[in-house]
Nanobody
Framework: QVQLVESGGGLVQAGGSLRLSCAAS????????MGWFRQAPGKEREFVAA????????DYADSAKGRFTISRDNAKNAVYLQMNSLKPEDAAHYYC?????????????????WGQGTQVTVSS
């Protein structure tokens, strides 16, 4: 089992950047596929990005491509989401998720563990 704690959210102006972090506790972090999802008020949770266990494979939602970068540091049990050129529509509660084994997945139902999330607000 793994516990996930997100941090790094906040208020940023449109065009600005934020780096989200997700710290994982528990054993064998490197065996987990990691993902980032987000949920805005009144909307369903949606996929943002995912990274494979060795960081050799990544996947992004179309809305994130070219602006967001997912990375991980298995030695530090952490995964990151660098978000650049933020837009007001990026405002949401961002969640870190983990899946034991498997490949990179872009649906929330494939992930077994979730953090409490961190809020990102983008002002126009």
């Amino acid at each position: 089992q793994v516990q996930l704690v997100e941090s790094g959210g906040g208020l940023v102006q449109a065009g600005g950047s934020l780096r989200l972090s997700c710290a994982a506790s528990g054993r064998a972090f490197s065996t987990y596929v990691m993902g980032w999802f987000r949920q805005a008020p009144g909307k369903e949770r949606e996929f943002v990005a995912a990274i494979s266990r060795s960081a050799g494979t990544t996947d992004y939602a179309d809305s994130a491509k070219g602006r967001f970068t997912i990375s991980r540091d298995n030695a530090k049990n952490a995964v990151y989401l660098q978000m650049n050129s933020l837009k007001p529509e990026d405002a949401a509660h961002y969640y870190c998720a983990a899946r034991s084994g498997g490949s990179v997945y872009n649906t929330q139902y494939e992930y077994d563990y979730w953090g409490q999330g961190t809020q990102v607000t983008v002002s126009s």
